[in-house]
């Protein structure tokens, strides 16, 4: 469903060139709980941002469901963004005048949902993120944890295809961290949602199913676990 074709990316940096993914082949089937670690600067989300149509290859093959993304125009990246990607960002990306309510909501109203519906459906995912009666907060009202679990409802709300997490627990405690991990593999097990998350954490590493190591934007190692 993702695959991945000898990547590269390189990223110009005044006038040295940094190789951010040297050459990474990598094949991810739908219904997968997959982990991507490695160190700080192994190319983890550059890796993620390439899947997710954010970024573009300097070199290699990207497609999703069997679209190669090199070949689509931006309202299509877009449409497929829209549509089948759902992220969790390391950095949020929250819009900061908007409530968590509103935060999560709109992600539905783009894609056509009825105000009824998205109304049901963001109170729902908000509860089990354990965010019930702060609906009203701005992002400035929440602490990093709370923050990052209306990043991860807003993610979850669509029900898309492919959820792409950049280090969705870097920011919560270990009980929440369990607690929105439980939800996706519930999420992953209900609806066959794929997961791609890039991790420094043991704790997503323990969850995943399979799990692939970066190392100087190489992969080193591909490893799959019973569940
Ligand atoms: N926009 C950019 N311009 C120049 N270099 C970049 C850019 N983005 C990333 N890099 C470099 O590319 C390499 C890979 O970065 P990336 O962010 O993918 O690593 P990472 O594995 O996600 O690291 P971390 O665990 O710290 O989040 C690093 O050397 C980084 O400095
Ligand atoms: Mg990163």
Redesign the pocket.
């Known amino acids: 469903m993702i695959s991945v074709t000898n990547v590269q990316?390189q990223?110009?940096?005044g006038d040295t060139t940094?190789?951010?993914?040297r050459g990474v082949s990598l094949s991810i089937e739908q219904g997968e709980f997959i982990s991507i670690a490695?160190?700080?600067?192994?190319?983890?989300?550059?890796?993620?941002?390439l899947i997710g149509c954010i970024d573009t290859a300097t070199a290699g093959e990207i497609s999703i469901d069997g679209r190669a993304v090199a070949g689509c125009g931006k309202r299509e990246l877009a449409a497929i963004r829209r549509e089948k990607l759902g992220f969790v960002f390391?950095s949020f990306n929250l819009i900061p005048v908007l409530t968590a309510f509103e935060n999560v909501a709109f992600s539905l109203t783009l894609t056509g949902t009825p105000d009824a519906e998205a109304r049901e459906r963001t109170m729902r995912i908000l509860d089990e993120v354990g965010l019930a009666g702060m609906e009203d907060r701005r992002p400035s009202q929440l602490s990093g944890g709370q923050q990052q679990r209306v990043a991860v409802a807003r993610a979850l709300v669509k029900e898309p295809t492919v959820v792409l997490a950049?280090?969705p627990t870097a920011n919560l405690d270990s009980r929440t961290g369990h607690a929105i991990l439980e939800l996706m593999v519930e999420m992953n097990r209900r609806h066959n949602t794929t997961f791609v998350f890039?991790t420094?954490d043991q704790m997503v590493m323990d969850y995943a199913r399979r799990l692939t190591m970066?190392h100087d934007?190489e992969i080193v190692s591909d490893e799959r676990r019973s569940a």
């Open positions: 990316k990223y110009r940096d940094v190789h951010a993914l490695g160190p700080s600067g192994s190319g983890k989300t550059t890796l993620l941002n390391q950049d280090e890039s420094h970066l934007g």
